[in-house]
């Protein structure tokens, strides 16, 4: 169904079948009702401390304890999903970075970090793309160029040889 079709669709509907069918999405999808909520009641950095929490339990467990390895597909869906609260771009270029603050600090506490050197570079991309797009270069300059060299440095140390006292035994 086209967005029009849902329009023409929802203007004949009468105010108490709108109330009944916006209560049952309510019901229905976990994400229509964080929508819902934060559109009747919008406090950004609630929201964003909440998104926040979301994304370190990704990362870590109770603690500092880092997880085997975070969901990534969960990550992208909590920074997508805080996008579509219409929340503002700042707020958004914000929860990247510290999402890529977090995943620099769960790789300088792994070991074999090289597995994640294209997925950091991707999420670098993406986070440097949405920061250009919205015109937040001034503000977020300085944090983002850190979070790329702290992440160079990172990958540079795990290219260098292992140097341990291994005989070879052939």
Known sequence: MSKATLKKVLNEMDRDSLSEIICELYDARPEAKEYLEFWINPDADKELDKYRQKIFKQFFISGSKPRKSPVFKEIKTCIKYFTT?????????????????????????????????????????????YIESHNLEDRYELRFNRIREDMSKLFKREEEPLRRGWKHWW
């Open 85 to 129: 609260l219409c929340i503002d771009y700042e707020k958004t270029a914000d929860l990247m970075l510290y999402t890529l603050d977090l995943y620099q600090l769960w790789l300088s506490e792994r070991k074999r970090i090289m597995s994640h050197q294209t997925r950091v570079e991707r999420f670098i991309n993406d986070t440097a793309a």
